[in-house]
Structure formats: C-alpha cells, structure tokens
C-alpha cells in the first residue's frame, strides 16, 4: 500500500518570499505523484504531477516539484509567493498500474503574510 | 474547467432525517470517488466506483451508502444523519489509467444539528 506524510501542517510566509512545501511518500512499487491545491469553500485542483521522465516538473503559476527517488519525497516549491497562493495544498501518491484510488496527505495549509 | 456538480452545497438538517448528497459529471468518466474532509482539512476515501454497478468501501469506516446505476451519477445517502456526521463531502472523478487527473467538484458542506 502506499501512503504520503506532509510534513508539515501550517506554513505562514511572507508575500515575495520562497516557499517549500514537503512531501514524502512509502510504496514498494512504481507511483505517480501528484500536488493538488484547494482555495477555500472550493474542491480541488489539480497544480502538477510527475509520471516519468524530468524529475522537476512545473505547473503554470511558478510552483515547481521535484521528484527524488532516493529521498521518495516529491516537495512543492515556489521562489516568490503571493497574496492568491492562500490555500490548502495537498500531495498525493497513486501505484502506476491498476485501478486504485490516489492516496491524498493531511495538507499543508499555506498562509501568505501581506 | 471540470465539469463535475455537487447539489446541495450547503445543508443543514436535523438528527434521524434521511439526505442525499447528489454528484454528477458530464465527462463520462468511469471512476468516481466520495471524500470525506475533517476540520482540520484531512481527505477520507469512503466510497469508490469503477463503473455502472461497481461500488466500493473507501478506507474511512462510513454509515453512508453510494450506488452507480448511471454514469454520470453517484450519490450518497445517509439513512439516518447523526451529529457525527457533521463534514464537507467532496465528490470526484477520474477515466483511464492512475496517471490521469482526478477532477473535484465544489463540495456540499453537511451539518447535521
């Protein structure tokens, strides 16, 4: 079975500064990786995911990943935040084979100080 | 832009009423998925669909119950809503293989008095 640790549940940051969300996942085969945000009262959405190939994957707001499969982690960084990047945001694991639902982290509430 | 519909968004009922939470998509996608999210912003899986007639357990214990006799539709009932059942319930869908994106609706937020 797979599972995803965030490390950490709140993270405050002031508007401009980098950010780096952390995710570490466990599985004994193959997986996909996923960073989903949600703004509040609303669902999910999909920021970036890796399936193969380049480790470091970007998504079209300025938040990159990168995948380390040494280290299984798949942190979120972004090197200057904003105000609209206020949001919950969630990492998530899926075995590259078969039907199995994503296996989604406790979330890491991102707050950015004006 | 996800084309996935949760109705109601936000409801409010008393102990013992029965209530379904709709969901539909217009995707056609065949997977299909209800999450429960805590307080503190934790997602459960309680229910899970690969198809018309497919429905399964998630891995969050749940006294609600799913079917999938359309495609496009998978509610959830509570036969009988309790305080405990108080949360916001997130509906999502999926097609193809694991590497696809799964697509999230609004939510209904639950509260039950």
């Known amino acids: 079975a797979q599972s995803v640790t965030q490390l950490d549940s709140q993270v405050p940051v002031f508007e401009e500064a980098p950010v780096e969300l952390r995710c570490n996942y466990s599985?004994?085969?193959?997986?996909?990786l996923f960073w989903y945000v949600q703004y509040p009262n609303q669902g999910l959405q999909l920021l970036l995911k890796?399936?193969?190939?380049?480790?470091l994957v970007e998504s079209i707001n300025g938040f990159e990943a990168e995948f380390n499969k040494s280290q299984t982690s798949f942190h979120l960084r972004k090197p200057s935040v904003h105000i609209s990047d206020t949001a919950e945001y969630f990492c998530?694991?899926?075995?590259?084979?078969?039907?199995?639902?994503?296996?989604f982290g406790k979330g890491t509430r991102l707050s950015v100080i004006a | 832009e996800a084309d996935i519909y949760q109705t109601p968004r936000y409801l409010v009922i008393g102990t013992g009423k029965k209530i379904t939470l709709e969901c539909s998509q217009t995707?056609?996608?065949?997977?299909m998925y209800w999450y429960q999210q805590d307080p503190g912003m934790e997602l459960h899986l309680i229910h899970y669909?690969?198809?018309?007639?497919?429905?399964e357990k998630g891995d969050l214990s749940s006294e609600s119950t799913v079917s999938r006799i359309r495609t496009e539709h998978f509610p959830l009932t509570l036969e009988s809503a309790r305080p405990s059942h108080t949360s916001q319930y997130l509906c999502?869908?999926?097609?193809?293989?694991?590497?696809?994106?799964?697509?999230f609706g609004p939510g209904t937020r639950l509260t039950v008095l």
């Open positions: 999502a869908s999926r097609t193809g293989g694991a590497y696809n994106e799964q697509f």
């Open positions: 599985s004994s085969v193959s997986v996909y």
């Open positions: 890796y399936l193969s190939g380049s480790t």
């Open positions: 998530a694991v899926n075995r590259n084979s078969g039907n199995t639902p994503l296996v």
């Open positions: 995707m056609g996608h065949d997977k």
């Open positions: 669909s690969y198809g018309v007639n497919s429905t």
